[in-house]
């Protein structure tokens, strides 16, 4: 072959390869945009920017998943055909679609939630099922479909909360960060939305389970809700139930049980001397505590097994309390 023919196959070649590149090059950035709305964040949902090569020898392309912010969600277009699918579509195979379902619940929940409250006895088990989904995008839009509709329902929706529960204490303790902080939000969410009365019953449960993380994040949680409760509150609740869970709580297996016990053993305290004092207030016309109330020590002692109440009060008395929590 003669050095021009040569040439000239090489510079063939390079053309081809170049080409190729640029086809394989446009592939990878290709992705679908979910709902069209203007997204806070996104995540990349392939180990590698490039598509990855079936056994069959298509070609599977990447997707990023857009995670909108409540605040930049806008309202929906055609309500009615956004419902009448909407069932169908949060239990599709199709992920991306599941995603975009999600979001629309969390436009429904915004924008028309006496329309959506119809529906949440069917849609709660499939967000539940979405919070469980291996796939880290479609259980991300799910926590964050929930932080939405606790906010948007509060009250309304704690009959059918004891599925979610679970799964928001699990994935708040998960080590994949970006679910960690969703579930995290919508731990808040849920504290901050829901009356501490009815959702502390809840919680209550958790605090006993055999999964050392669950009963971490119930504790937590449950100490964020009880200083939201009066002392009216707490009374009807029961002081000297809450203090056992202190109490029980401060020998936890996880440094995150133990912190939270201490931070409800501090509010408990503060309530409790709050109380004595202005009880002692209406009895005799002032704030300062009668010779005749108890004291925090001896109601400790009289609720606590001997060496319980010696570890609440270590925490008490050598805690300030400044330091104890004041809700989410």
Known sequence: MSASALKDLNISQSADLEKGKDNSVKFCVSKPVLNGSKCASKEENALSACPDTGANGNEAGTVDVEYIDSENLVDLP???????????RLDSKDWVMTCEALNNVRQLAIYHKERLQELLEPLVPLIVKSVKNPRSAVCKTALMTCSDIFKAYGDLIVDSIDPLLVQLFLKASQDKRFVCEAAEAA??????????SVLLPRMQPYLKNRNP???AKASVCFSKSVPRLDVEGIKEYGMDKLIQI?????????????EAARNLALELQVFYEKSQASTSGENEGEPSASPDAESWESFCQSKL???SAQAILRV?????????????
Do not use: F, N, Y
């Open 246 to 258: 202190a109490a029980t709580q401060l020998s936890d297996q996880l440094p995150e049980s133990r």
């Open 316 to 328: 008490t008395s050598t805690t300030p309390k400044e330091g104890a929590a004041v809700g989410c």
């Open 78 to 88: 055609d309500v009615d055909a956004t419902l009448s699918t909407l069932v169908k």
């Open 213 to 215: 993380r669950i009963r």
């Open 187 to 196: 731990l808040i969410s849920m504290t901050s939305w829901i009356s501490p």
């Open 305 to 307: 097994s001997a060496l």
